[in-house]
């Protein structure tokens, strides 16, 4: 099948002012930088179809074009969308909500004495519904940006109005300027349901007759739909391209056995784990469903070792199917990274395969398949390896220590919700889960003392899910201040004061949480999705546990130490080697996009209206019809090299250890489907320097970073480890549909 990109009409994207429908082309003014918004705003149509270079940036997604009101005159402006810092991909309320960084610059304004008694310009942001107006700040008619303060409303308005001092707390002056933020011209699906697609899907109208929980071999059935969301017009016929693919212990070998709780493994200098992939029984929604899990556990064996040690790892694949480990992460020799035609050759079934793993970093890594990822890794084939400091003063003092794995689950009435045989099906969007699970139970509970200071180590395991998690009292809601203090291969420069904690596929988190008095508080995932039906914002909250405190305080109060924010040294020095690189030159850069072509007519239709505006994070699965349906063998994600144009396993990078090079990544949004993707690279270490020229105040080794929907980061890659490493997204339904390629590292011993 050829697929091309699909280029779609631009629906009025910036400001206030909404034109016709129609595309426009306006090339990107290159003598602005990317944090900050030209006084003319450009309307880029999509760039995906570009055989080469980097696509337009994503103006409408951070700029907002401020229009005169009456006595605003001849006036105009902008406002630009920036990223507060954080230690995460995103910055977000505890509520999910998105956090931007205004400042607006702006000319041509009336002398305010003109309009009354005022003598200043006060900026404002409103929600849709105009209540509460929060002040930002002054605005000046100077040359120059007024920097003003955060808003988190999901959908606002900005308004520039003339004042009598820059004190005020309430608007009461003429307005002069206004504009709507980009969130705010999201285009409802309703006219679809006038739209022919409704005759025009793919399969008939029995082909899920499957959903009926008596009939479980007849073939596909409807995934379960996402409550208070209605389904699109047309989308009743339609089932994936593939066949369904239900994996389970041959019959042969008799029930398998009940999965049991994760176990502790120690291993010193030179020890060996036996780890073996199987099936597993286990309990999940009141039923009894066969899944996968190492040596019978799930999560697998969390395996702790310490820095700049070795062990060996004897697999043996008890599955049907090829697979490989891949140990997430770790800067280990190339022939043991468990990627299957590029380091080692699958482990059929039945075989077995002898791992060596270096570990020259702590941190807190993960091993899961590199195989159809999509289906092992979702049926639970993961664990948690924790790497320790040398020093043991490396870390600040707690009491106790919990080791997180964050997963969701698709499950129906059946179990688990099919696969596709032939290619991954969920392609769109990646497979969302029904069920959240915390070290794969549904519930997590934990027993503490009031005072308790406790280290999580949090993994994201999802296949697509980023979650966004805090601590909340159980009766009223009220937020726990957490401290973060480690990410992906390690501490951060400086420990960092947040609510809540934001991880992608893939990335790892470590944070402090001091739990001060009795009674309990809950672990809580809180989001913003979007009704894509109606064009609005949906708000997802699912307790994924609970702590209860009770009894007396630990002996020993942390306290002060938990208040203290650290600046680990050690790592400052480690970094300091590589600050002279900050301002190089781009070495490469990664345009990431979606091709898709002859889609049914009912999403490419819905997509359409999605083009005007994408969520940097779409957070929660609320368009299940639409993402199941579409295969691995309909869409193609790409990274593409934007000097040669080369996509995917074409990419030809080439390095020598000890290199140290820059790399920028555009997630664009001119894609048919832009949404953040968890980018990854084998076998080395970064540095996240920016995000839409933003520098990072929060800088510490990663191996994946979370890439929002029309951002462009840039990072700088460290080249230590010899081989041929692969760099992919960790959807792992985005890595089925071709969005990775490998790189070769040359040189070392």
Same mark, same amino acid.
């Given at each position: 099948?050829?697929? =091309?990109?699909?280029?779609?009409? !631009?629906?009025?994207?910036?400001?206030?002012?909404?034109?016709?429908?129609?595309?426009?082309?306006?090339?990107?003014?290159?003598?602005?930088?990317?944090?900050?918004? /030209?006084?003319?705003?450009?309307?880029?149509?999509?760039?995906?179809?570009?055989?080469?270079?980097?696509?337009?940036?994503?103006?409408?997604?951070?700029?907002?074009?401020?229009?005169?009101?009456?006595?605003?005159?001849?006036?105009?402006? +902008?406002?630009?969308?920036?990223?507060?810092?954080?230690?995460?991909?995103?910055?977000?309320?505890?509520?999910?909500?998105?956090?931007?960084?205004?400042?607006?610059?702006?000319?041509?304004?009336?002398?305010?004495? @003109?309009?009354?008694?005022?003598?200043?310009?006060?900026?404002?942001?409103?929600?849709?519904?105009?209540?509460?107006?929060?002040?930002?700040?002054?605005?000046?008619?100077?040359?120059?940006?007024?920097?003003?303060?955060?808003?988190?409303?999901?959908?606002?308005?900005?308004?520039?109005?003339?004042?009598?001092?820059?004190?005020?707390?309430?608007?009461?002056?003429?307005?002069?300027?206004?504009?709507?933020? /980009?969130?705010?011209?999201?285009?409802?699906?309703?006219?679809?349901?006038?739209?022919?697609?409704?005759?025009?899907?793919?399969?008939?109208?029995?082909?899920?007759?499957?959903?009926?929980?008596?009939?479980?071999?007849?073939?596909?059935?409807? /995934?379960?739909?996402?409550?208070?969301?209605?389904?699109? &017009?047309?989308?009743?016929?339609?089932?994936?391209?593939?066949?369904?693919? =239900?994996?389970?212990?041959?019959?042969?070998?008799?029930? &398998?056995?009940?999965?049991?709780?994760?176990?502790?493994?120690?291993?010193?200098?030179?020890?060996?784990?036996?780890?073996?992939?199987?099936?597993? =029984?286990?309990?999940?929604?009141?039923?009894?469903?066969?899944?996968?899990?190492?040596?019978?556990?799930?999560?697998?064996?969390?395996?702790?070792?310490?820095?700049?040690?070795?062990?060996?790892?004897?697999?043996?694949?008890?599955?049907?199917?090829?697979?490989?480990?891949?140990?997430?992460?770790?800067?280990?020799?190339?022939?043991?990274?468990?990627?299957?035609?590029?380091?080692?050759?699958?482990?059929?079934?039945?075989?077995?395969?002898?791992? =060596?793993?270096?570990?020259?970093?702590?941190?807190?890594?993960?091993?899961?398949?590199?195989?159809?990822?999509?289906? %092992?890794?979702?049926?639970?084939?993961?664990?948690?390896?924790? +790497?320790?400091?040398?020093?043991?003063?490396?870390?600040?003092?707690?009491?106790?220590?919990?080791?997180?794995?964050?997963?969701?689950?698709?499950?129906?009435?059946?179990?688990?919700? &099919?696969?596709?045989?032939?290619?991954?099906?969920?392609?769109?969007?990646?497979?969302?889960?029904?069920?959240?699970?915390?070290?794969?139970?549904? @519930?997590?509970?934990?027993?503490?003392?009031?005072?308790?200071?406790?280290?999580?180590?949090?993994?994201?395991?999802?296949?697509?899910?980023?979650?966004?998690?805090?601590?909340?009292?159980?009766?009223?809601?009220?937020?726990?201040?957490?401290?973060?203090?480690?990410?992906?291969?390690?501490?951060?420069?400086?420990?960092?004061?947040?609510?809540?904690?934001?991880?992608?596929?893939?990335?790892?988190?470590?944070?402090?949480?001091?739990?001060?008095?009795?009674?309990?508080?809950?672990?809580?995932?809180?989001? %913003?999705?979007?009704?894509?039906?109606?064009? $609005?914002?949906?708000?997802?909250?699912?307790?994924?546990?609970?702590?209860?405190?009770?009894?007396?305080?630990?002996?020993?109060?942390?306290?002060?130490?938990?208040?203290?924010?650290?600046?680990?040294?050690?790592?400052?020095?480690?970094?300091?080697?590589?600050?002279?690189?900050?301002?190089?030159?781009?070495?490469?850069?990664?345009?990431?996009?979606?091709?898709?072509?002859?889609?049914?007519?009912?999403?490419?239709?819905?997509?359409?209206?999605?083009?005007?505006?994408?969520?940097?994070?779409?957070?929660?699965?609320?368009? /299940?019809?639409?993402?199941?349906?579409?295969?691995?063998?309909?869409?193609?994600?790409?990274?593409?090299? $934007?000097?040669?144009?080369?996509?995917?396993?074409?990419?030809?990078?080439?390095?020598?250890?000890?290199?140290?090079?820059?790399?920028?990544?555009?997630?664009?949004?001119?894609?048919?489907?832009?949404?953040?993707?968890?980018?990854?690279?084998?076998?080395?270490?970064?540095?996240?320097? @920016?995000?839409?020229?933003?520098?990072?105040?929060?800088?510490?080794?990663?191996?994946? +970073?979370?890439?929002?929907?029309?951002?462009?980061?840039?990072?700088?890659?460290? !080249?230590?480890?010899?081989?041929?490493?692969?760099?992919?997204?960790?959807?792992?339904?985005?890595?089925?549909?071709?969005?990775?390629?490998?790189?070769?590292?040359?040189?070392?011993?």
């Amino acid at each position: 099948m050829v697929l =091309r990109p699909i280029t779609l009409l !631009l629906l009025g994207l910036c400001g206030a002012s909404v034109g016709p429908l129609g595309a426009q082309t306006v090339a990107a003014p290159t003598d602005v930088p990317l944090a900050t918004c /030209p006084m003319d705003v450009p309307r880029p149509t999509s760039a995906a179809g570009a055989a080469s270079g980097p696509p337009e940036p994503a103006w409408d997604l951070r700029c907002i074009e401020l229009i005169p009101a009456a006595a605003g005159g001849d006036a105009r402006g +902008v406002a630009t969308l920036a990223r507060p810092s954080s230690p995460f991909g995103v910055t977000v309320t505890p509520e999910g909500r998105h956090v931007y960084a205004l400042s607006v610059r702006a000319e041509g304004l009336p002398d305010p004495e @003109s309009l009354g008694p005022y003598t200043v310009f006060v900026a404002w942001a409103t929600p849709l519904s105009l209540d509460p107006v929060v002040r930002l700040g002054e605005v000046t008619g100077a040359p120059g940006t007024s920097d003003l303060g955060t808003v988190s409303f999901s959908q606002f308005l900005v308004l520039v109005s003339a004042e009598a001092s820059a004190d005020v707390t309430e608007r009461e002056g003429p307005l002069v300027l206004r504009g709507r933020s /980009p969130s705010s011209l999201m285009e409802a699906h309703d006219l679809l349901a006038l739209a022919p697609s409704a005759a025009q899907g793919r399969g008939s109208a029995d082909a899920h007759a499957g959903h009926d929980p008596a009939a479980p071999d007849s073939g596909w059935a409807m /995934p379960p739909g996402y409550p208070g969301v209605e389904m699109l &017009p047309g989308m009743m016929e339609l089932i994936p391209g593939v066949s369904p693919l =239900r994996p389970s212990a041959p019959d042969a070998a008799g029930p &398998p056995p009940m999965v049991r709780p994760r176990e502790v493994v120690r291993l010193p200098d030179g020890g060996t784990l036996d780890l073996t992939a199987g099936f597993v =029984r286990k309990h999940v929604a009141g039923r009894e469903i066969e899944m996968l899990a190492f040596n019978g556990q799930h999560p697998g064996p969390l395996i702790q070792v310490e820095a700049n040690t070795t062990i060996f790892v004897n697999f043996t694949n008890e599955t049907p199917f090829p697979t490989a480990i891949h140990w997430h992460g770790i800067r280990l020799d190339n022939p043991f990274d468990g990627v299957p035609g590029v380091t080692q050759e699958a482990v059929p079934p039945g075989g077995r395969f002898q791992y =060596r793993i270096h570990f020259p970093d702590e941190g807190i890594y993960w091993y899961h398949p590199h195989h159809r990822e999509d289906v %092992q890794q979702e049926m639970g084939l993961y664990g948690n390896l924790r +790497v320790d400091p040398p020093d043991p003063d490396a870390w600040s003092p707690v009491h106790r220590e919990e080791v997180l794995m964050l997963d969701d689950l698709l499950v129906d009435e059946r179990g688990v919700v &099919p696969f596709g045989a032939e290619a991954a099906t969920h392609a769109l969007m990646g497979r969302f889960g029904t069920m959240l699970l915390v070290n794969g139970e549904p @519930s997590y509970t934990l027993q503490a003392r009031p005072g308790e200071v406790v280290r999580f180590f949090l993994t994201n395991a999802a296949n697509t899910r980023t979650f966004n998690l805090s601590f909340q009292r159980t009766d009223d809601g009220e937020t726990l201040p957490l401290k973060v203090v480690a990410t992906d291969v390690g501490r951060f420069e400086h420990e960092h004061r947040t609510q809540s904690v934001v991880l992608g596929p893939a990335e790892r988190y470590v944070v402090d949480v001091r739990f001060p008095e009795a009674g309990s508080w809950t672990l809580v995932n809180h989001v %913003q999705g979007i009704n894509h039906r109606r064009g $609005a914002y949906l708000e997802e909250r699912t307790e994924l546990g609970t702590v209860t405190l009770a009894g007396e305080p630990p002996a020993r109060d942390l306290t002060e130490a938990f208040e203290a924010l650290r600046t680990h040294d050690d790592v400052v020095a480690d970094i300091d080697a590589f600050r002279s690189h900050f301002d190089d030159s781009v070495a490469h850069e990664l345009v990431m996009e979606l091709e898709a072509d002859s889609l049914p007519m009912a999403i490419e239709q819905s997509m359409g209206y999605d083009w005007a505006y994408f969520n940097p994070v779409e957070w929660t699965g609320t368009m /299940p019809m639409m993402n199941w349906v579409i295969s691995a063998d309909d869409v193609r994600w790409v990274l593409r090299d $934007a000097s040669t144009g080369r996509e995917n396993m074409d990419i030809d990078w080439r390095f020598r250890v000890g290199d140290v090079v820059k790399i920028r990544v555009h997630n664009d949004r001119g894609s048919f489907h832009a949404m953040q993707h968890p980018l990854h690279i084998h076998g080395q270490r970064f540095l996240v320097l @920016s995000q839409n020229g933003m520098p990072n105040e929060h800088l510490a080794w990663k191996d994946t +970073v979370l890439l929002p929907a029309g951002s462009t980061t840039d990072i700088l890659l460290e !080249l230590s480890n010899p081989g041929r490493w692969m760099v992919h997204c960790h959807i792992a339904e985005h890595l089925e549909a071709g969005m990775r390629f490998v790189f070769e590292v040359e040189g070392g011993s």
